[in-house]
């Protein structure tokens, strides 16, 4: 099985944990990458998750066996920040240079298009793609990263638009499952906390959809509740799913409890009911008593207080691996649009 | 003829265009660079410019060709800007990085020279020496760069000191010029916008003054005429130009067109006077229907509507041509005053 | 003896100003570095200050005659910066690209513990450390860069830490003395200025206790004398030291004068009593007069005033050499944590 130790594993054990693409020979050695943007959840299908995957698990042993990689000496990424979220903007960074390519920074994009000077998201993107050979995008509205996709001749990596995608967090998600628990088929995942606003979640439940029996638990508070167009999504795949207000009973079923963050700024004034959401589903040493040995808590961080510290030092904490896995998903991403299979 | 398709050119080609450098001995490869640093277009005489722009297109075939070049493999350029202007920095970097170079960068240089600190730019230049092979400087106050460039044992670039000199933009200008229509003498230039406040449209005009035959067309709102010195400057200089409110008539007429932005903040609260300046002279399909087949429309970007959209998807829209042409001028200085001809 | 002049010194030299490591062997070459992390001057004994000074001087040699060098290729340091210190910053990255290393920056570290997110130093230390192979940070609290070092398991150096330690800092003037003055022992030192709140004074002082017959003048305003914790640790060190409000005798008795500034924001309203304390101590031209021929003036700066500027030709003024001494002391320090002696 998959270790938590961080053994590296065997080509069986992969296959076991993400299958097999059937499309195999699309994507072998050579080929060139399906997709030439990366720009919502909605592009992928079970085999090129299952081939990217594996791209990514090739991506561990890179960065630990080959300092100094050249795979993409020569080639230049734009960061092209509309908001600050340097967690997201460090990984693309670092996964870059991880693999010998160079980086341009801008954390400061709005400025690009100050009311001052007005210019167009597309005059920006006509201009950065002039300077370099992949755009990552972080923009405050949503559907700013197809904008930019649609201009640009080079390739356009989509690090969260707002209240719409983030794809790279899902894919480093399902990835983090297959690499935790060893299999996507047939597993248990419950989510936890704010679902309603969580790109995180919606994301998660709708590429877990693709897998076979599996089933997912919604946990969180009214306020925050799952919405409907998920819910009817899963109905029309078959997925079971089920609401719960158990927290216990469903970490005691669950391959998975991925937690995550109430989100403050979403109550506005009602200050009241964000403090009585927040407190209500804690995963602390009573959740993790119930939990199965094989399993694992994830989050998509940062984390406030919903999951106590003291959950940390448990090998079923795996929400700092998630992060990690983040780097391995974003260097295959890189490696496939530059470059290919 | 040049290639609006960003086909390669012979070196026939370029020398018709740009001519020959008369001393080209002084030019020739392995020699030192004649500048010691770039800090205004007073520096360059016809000659000079002949042979940076024939460094510039060798850039071009360095850029589409040879990925990883380490032309200046560990050299290390220092961006110091004390206000951001993100399009020049990157465009720097991006220079720096396609030839093997490394980049500190700071966009928050004022920090150094806060009130509390008060340090002067001379010893933040004594520093910075020492950390880096070169400085391209953006600073607020005109002359900040010379007083750099004097203090210094490094060369120094300037990027644009407050309303003073923008020497990297200018010969981007020329070039484009040169590689669109095939020529620099006997060529004519409409200049279009803001010809008072534009340090664009000062320092192009003061460099065409170099060519033979070169005939430059004023059209501005009468708030934002060329100013006088520039008008006697070319006099002087025996060049043909005309002011003129009819742009029809100009764009037919022209080899270049080359509209600039209506700078709002020069208004103060004078919006009304803004409002009509900005809405006098739009560049459109109408201007485009009257424009000679071989002539292009050009803009230092970003612009805001002084440009229509519909016009982009001409072949004669050479804006974003000329922002790509900055590379290669700006990986043509840094070479030269790195590592010399 | 060392030269002011920059000219490279022999080995029996080096041995003269920094002495011999007597625990030689321990720092022979390819031996792992006897700190994991580097967070206080209190870290270093005489006998590695010794070793590291020496390795300092061999990065002098590399940045002056191997641009490229590869010592630190395929290695990754992120710059985690809580508030802005672009000096400092710029120092360590171009330390770690001088070595052929590659650099992740952030100078708004904030931003990951923003009142609203509330994420913990610890969590986004696990996150970076997923990213990089060592951080360097500067936090506004006293203590931050402890408690990152206690939760990375990847080197952490310690950039500055609010009102407490800048271990590199403290180095870097330690070797400059050495460099300057061709010896540690015997010394006649004057601090001279804020020595109340300057960490920089504080941490020299210290460290200057390792060294055998050294002398300590402090002069400085009645409003921000040296404070009585570090003359007691002298005294117990049995290091002579005298408070004199003398300047000029101080001047005409030391090998070092190290000048430092008031710093304004410690005065708080009291603006008057910090005008009165700024203008009481100035290095100028009269105290140049007074000083040894082989005798220094130091400054950590920023300067504003308490160095005249026309104190800056004259080969004592070492200030500008000093700066440059942090490079290569920061070049040692990643070298030693990562790769090791």
């Given at each position: ?5 961080g ?15 059937e499309?195999?020979?699309e ?12 720009l919502d959840a909605?592009?992928?299908d079970r ?20 300092p ?7 080639y ?16 693309f ?11 341009l ?21 006509r201009?950065i ?34 209240p ?12 983090t499952?297959?690499?935790?628990i ?15 606003n969580?790109?995180?979640?919606r ?10 029996n ?5 946990v ?13 999504y ?19 079923e ?7 963050r ?12 964000y ?17 199965q040995?094989?399993?694992v ?25 998630q ?14 649009l530059?470059?290919?299979?």
């Amino acid at each position: 099985l998959f270790g938590k130790n961080g053994i590296c594993c065997h080509a069986l054990e992969t296959e076991k944990a993400f299958g097999t693409a059937e499309k195999a020979i699309e994507f072998s050695k050579g080929n060139k990458f399906q997709l030439d943007d990366i720009l919502d959840a909605q592009q992928f299908d079970r085999d090129i998750l299952t081939a990217i995957f594996q791209v990514a698990h090739d991506m561990e042993g890179i960065e630990k066996n080959s300092p100094g990689s050249q795979i993409l000496k020569g080639y230049l990424m734009a960061t092209l920040f509309y908001e600050p979220s340097t967690r997201t903007r460090l990984s693309f960074e670092s996964a870059m240079k991880r693999l010998g390519g160079e980086v341009l920074t801008t954390e400061n994009a709005r400025e690009f298009s100050s009311a001052a000077k007005g210019e167009t998201l597309e005059d920006t993107i006509r201009t950065i793609e002039g300077y370099s050979d992949i755009i990552v995008i972080r923009h405050f509205e949503s559907g700013a990263a197809r904008r930019a996709a649609s201009t640009a001749g080079i390739p356009v990596i989509n690090a969260g638009d707002g209240p719409g995608q983030h794809p790279s967090q899902a894919l480093l998600d399902v990835y983090t499952i297959g690499r935790e628990i060893g299999q996507l088929d047939g597993i248990k995942v419950g989510l936890v906390g704010d679902l309603a606003n969580g790109r995180t979640v919606r994301s998660l439940a709708y590429l877990l959809s693709k897998y076979k029996n599996v089933k997912l638990y919604f946990v969180s508070p009214d306020v925050v509740r799952m919405k409907d167009d998920i819910k009817d999504y899963l109905t029309s795949k078959g997925v079971e799913w089920e609401e719960t207000a158990d927290l216990m009973e469903v970490a005691s079923e669950c391959d998975v409890v991925y937690q995550t963050r109430i989100q403050k700024e979403r109550f506005g004034e009602r200050i009241d009911l964000y403090e009585q959401a927040r407190g209500k589903y804690i995963v602390d040493k009573n959740v993790l008593a119930v939990m199965q040995k094989h399993a694992v808590v994830m989050h998509p961080l940062p984390r406030l207080d919903e999951i106590t510290v003291d959950v940390d030092s448990d090998p079923r904490a795996a929400y700092f691996r998630q992060a990690k896995n983040g780097l391995y998903i974003r260097m295959a991403l890189l490696k496939l649009l530059l470059v290919g299979w």
